[in-house]
């Protein structure tokens, strides 16, 4: 009996994959022991299977380091008596950081502009190699990483997911979303035609007031919720900043292994939106926010970085400000100093279960902390 096919049907090219075989129920036990691959320190964690435009694969990496120590043999004599530059002299000698197949040219290394991005980014020496800067804890089908991919495009961003399906349909999805914008890139070289590309501003404007008016798919499309669900805010037929080259998913308890993937100060943002509210009270250790799990986060996240959180639970959301008011590290920002934030549309209105709550008209609470000086270290 042949497998089930779990993508949309198109053999001519990328398949997306279909939401209905990856359902999983939302409970998970975190406090159960799983079989999770994770880094013992964050300078060991190998991206590059999730940002493969970003960072050179291993293989490369050991050819790399083959060819370097060929060059030191070959150097001779002379490189023994040579002194050995300093490492801030090495480190300016090398090429401004790309960040990525969106940066813009005057990013790019001017010596060598017939480079490719992971050329280019093997060439960085490891202070200025890019960093994730974006955690989406608890991403679940990854609406908030596909809206903000465009929005920010020289910003790598990981969707963190303990829930196993989940996971594989994210990545999937991420993956067959690249394919989808690469094939129109070549394209465009080869036939020599302008590419369509995406106003993403005026897209997601246009994407929220659909979501007001319009708070279940048409019946004549003949789609159904979850094929509605998956394309909403996918580009597949136009180019976006990016091409969702800087997105990931990965599988990982975030309230064992956090600390394994992020040095300290790495994030500018965390996102933890319609997170489980675990309602019973012998539940609530497992809540995603606590103090315990505000150090941590305090720990990864840079000073003035952001804490997102919204909820449609009005007790989970007066548990949240509890806790964040309480944390010395934390300080809430304004409802009016929000609205000039870029991520807030997305944070509101593009996760599946946000769009869920808008559908069945219920209310959203919303709380936005920035991470503030230690005075212990001043």
């Known amino acids: 009996m042949a497998a089930?096919?779990?993508?949309?049907?198109?053999?001519?090219?990328?398949?997306?994959?279909?939401?209905?075989?990856?359902?999983?129920?939302?409970?998970?036990?975190?406090?159960?022991?799983?079989?999770?691959?994770?880094?013992?320190?964050?300078?060991?964690?190998?991206?590059?299977?999730?940002?493969?435009?970003?960072?050179?694969?291993?293989?490369?990496?050991?050819?790399?380091?083959?060819?370097?120590?060929?060059?030191?043999d070959n150097s001779g004599q002379s490189q023994q008596t040579k002194r050995p530059s300093s490492p801030a002299t090495q480190i300016a000698d090398q090429p401004a950081p790309k960040r990525g197949p969106a940066a813009t040219p005057s990013t790019a290394d001017p010596s060598n502009s017939n480079s490719s991005p992971q050329q280019q980014q093997q060439q960085l020496s490891p202070p200025l190699a890019p960093k994730v800067e974006f955690a989406d804890i608890g991403c679940g089908y990854g609406g908030l990483l596909v809206a903000l991919s465009p929005l920010f495009p020289n910003t790598l961003m990981v969707g963190m997911e303990i829930r196993t399906k989940l996971v594989n349909y994210l990545q999937q999805?991420?993956?067959?979303?690249?394919?989808?914008?690469?094939?129109?890139?070549?394209?465009?070289?080869?036939?020599?035609?302008?590419?369509?590309?995406?106003?993403?501003?005026?897209?997601?404007?246009?994407?929220?007031?659909?979501?007001?008016?319009?708070?279940?798919?048409?019946?004549?499309?003949?789609t159904s919720e979850d094929d509605a669900e998956?394309?909403?805010?996918?580009?597949t037929h136009r180019l976006v900043p990016g091409h969702y080259d800087n997105i990931a998913a990965m599988r990982i308890n975030c309230q064992k292994y956090l600390p394994n993937f992020f040095e300290k100060a790495q994030l500018s943002k965390i996102f933890i939106l319609f997170a489980d509210p675990h309602f019973k009270r012998r539940k609530h250790k497992a809540r995603i926010i606590s103090s315990t799990m505000l150090a941590e986060y305090a720990y990864a996240l840079r000073v003035g970085g952001i804490v997102y959180t919204i909820t449609d639970v009005k007790d989970l959301h007066d548990w949240n400000v509890k806790h964040l008011d309480a944390f010395p590290l934390f300080q809430r920002i304004p409802d009016d100093e929000l609205e000039?934030?870029?991520?807030?549309?997305?944070?509101?209105?593009?996760?599946?279960?946000g769009k869920k709550v808008a559908r069945n008209k219920g209310n959203k609470y919303l709380a936005c902390y920035r991470r503030i000086d230690d005075p212990a270290e001043q």
Not at 200 to 206: E, G, I, T
Not at 230 to 235: F, R, S, T, W
Not at 340 to 353: K, Y
């Open 173 to 222: 999805r991420i993956e067959a979303l690249r394919a989808f914008q690469h094939d129109m890139v070549d394209r465009a070289a080869a036939t020599g035609e302008q590419a369509e590309w995406v106003d993403v501003r005026s897209k997601l404007d246009q994407e929220i007031a659909a979501l007001q008016t319009e708070p279940h798919p048409p019946s004549n499309t003949g």
């Open 340 to 353: 000039n934030d870029p991520a807030i549309p997305c944070v509101v209105n593009s996760t599946e279960e």
């Open 4 to 72: 089930e096919d779990t993508t949309t049907s198109n053999p001519q090219g990328p398949r997306l994959p279909q939401k209905r075989y990856f359902r999983q129920r939302a409970h998970v036990n975190v406090f159960n022991d799983m079989r999770l691959e994770y880094p013992v320190r964050p300078s060991e964690q190998d991206w590059s299977k999730f940002y493969p435009a970003y960072f050179p694969s291993t293989d490369q990496k050991q050819q790399q380091k083959e060819q370097q120590q060929n060059d030191d």
């Open 230 to 235: 998956l394309h909403d805010n996918g580009e």
